[in-house]
């Protein structure tokens, strides 16, 4: 597909809110000439794997891009991230990042977006920061490339809704890291499935089964704090466990075929095979049913095992024929038959690049509600599983959960017990 299409497919599947906003920003020429340069600069805010790669997308979506500012928790991985992407010849010269402008702590987000000729930045940290960070960095008047998923809990979900208001008020540009709403063959089956050619979709499903991630084994001289950031795939607080960190995609996925949200969820899952300390407090597999509007069912499934059947895809099934859809491939079947054919863009590449054209041509992006929606969905789906309640997307909406720790400091921390259905509370 030509970008023309690509970003035309993009806008039709944009949020209602988005597309009718009125802000027109000027435009990047304007900017940089009133800034006097002629580059987009950005700061990455986590510098763990993610943040190193979002930003090398950043840079290879367009020429003018650099990286000027870093800031992490860890002086040992923002220094891992500037010599892996200082090294990267094909962009050579085009990542400067003085020392004054490298920041660790707790508040080294705030440091970097005190920086004016930022232009927008990358957050990349553990989800559980998300919500302030993006907050500030809207507060700051810059625009954002945030990862998914965007909140752990409804009460980061409802401060990221009330910041991405905030971005629609500055006239400031959201992109969000669930990278499908930016895939070729996503656009363009999506595209196909609202205009009808599977008739009225009546039910779905969804998969991220694999087998196990990473885990950062603790150290003698690590607190309790340091070691569950380090560790932090493995912490509820921190990562939402991984139905929210990982199968969000496939759940926004089927969020996008429906147009909207779940109204419920019933859920189940556990923790069978990673019981030990190092995997923290989260589930290793979940099976919740998303009930929509009009009682339509979605069944979403994922598991982190390892020696199991591994499966990432969604099924949409409509009156008159089915889109089956996975990263590489998108194919109807039924009434209608057809298949992606072709290359696709990188679409870690084109959601960088959207961003920018968002920026440059005033033709405005706001995915924050959308991607906090589908956040909120998988919290929805964990809460369920953890509780063993059937729960509603208004509850969990207005539920006062909040897992912040008490404090943002070096020191003990207890592990909180891991969920039992039944007997813990959703809220």
């Not at 589930?283 to 994922?302: N, Q, W």
């Amino acid at each position: 597909m030509s970008d023309q299409v690509t970003r035309r497919a993009f806008v039709r599947s944009s949020a209602a809110a988005t597309a009718a906003a009125t802000f027109a920003p000027a435009t990047w020429a304007t900017a940089v000439g009133r800034a006097g340069r002629e580059t987009i600069n950005i700061g990455v805010i986590g510098c763990g794997g993610r943040g190193t790669g979002a930003a090398a997308n950043a840079l290879e979506a367009h020429p003018a891009t650099r990286i000027v500012a870093m800031a992490d928790l860890f002086s040992d991985r923002l220094d891992s991230s500037f010599g892996n992407l200082s090294g990267m010849q094909q962009f050579a010269g085009r990542v400067d990042v003085p020392e004054e402008h490298r920041f660790t702590g707790f508040d080294a987000y705030r440091k970097l977006l005190a920086i004016k000729d930022i232009d927008y930045v990358i957050l990349a940290t553990p989800p559980h920061f998300r919500p302030m960070q993006f907050e500030a960095a809207i507060a700051a008047g810059k625009h954002v490339f945030m990862e998914k998923p965007v909140a752990v809990d409804p009460a980061g979900v409802r401060r990221v809704i009330a910041a991405g208001e905030a971005a629609d008020e500055k006239g400031l540009c959201v992109v969000a890291g669930t990278q499908r709403r930016h895939h070729a063959i996503y656009l363009e089956i999506m595209n196909r499935i609202h205009d009808g050619a599977i008739g009225e979709v009546v039910s779905a499903s969804c998969y991220w089964n694999q087998g196990g991630l990473w885990v950062h084994e603790r150290q003698p001289h690590y607190t309790d704090m340091e070691w569950q950031i380090r560790n932090w795939l493995y912490f509820t607080w921190l990562s939402g466990d991984h139905i929210c960190e990982q199968h969000i995609h496939n759940i926004d996925v089927c969020n996008w075929a429906f147009g909207k949200p779940p109204v419920r969820a019933m859920g189940m899952g556990g923790r069978q095979v990673r019981t030990d300390p190092r995997y923290g407090n989260i589930f290793d597999h979940f099976a919740i049913e998303f009930e929509y509007e009009g009682g339509r069912k979605m069944l979403s499934m994922c598991r982190q095992i390892d020696g199991c059947a591994s499966r990432v895809s969604e099924f949409i099934q409509g009156t008159t024929g089915a889109a089956h859809t996975n990263h590489g491939a998108a194919e109807i079947t039924g009434a209608t038959q057809w298949k992606y054919q072709g290359r696709a863009p990188n679409p870690y590449v084109v959601e960088h690049a959207d961003l920018i054209d968002a920026i440059t041509s005033g033709n405005r992006l706001n995915e924050a509600r959308r991607v906090a929606e589908s956040t909120l969905t998988a919290i929805m789906g964990r809460m369920s599983a953890y509780s063993g309640q059937e729960l509603t997307f208004e509850q969990v909406l207005n539920s006062d959960l909040d897992l912040t720790p008490p404090a943002y400091e070096f020191g003990a921390l207890p592990v909180a017990p891991v969920a039992v259905p039944g007997r813990t509370r959703y809220s």
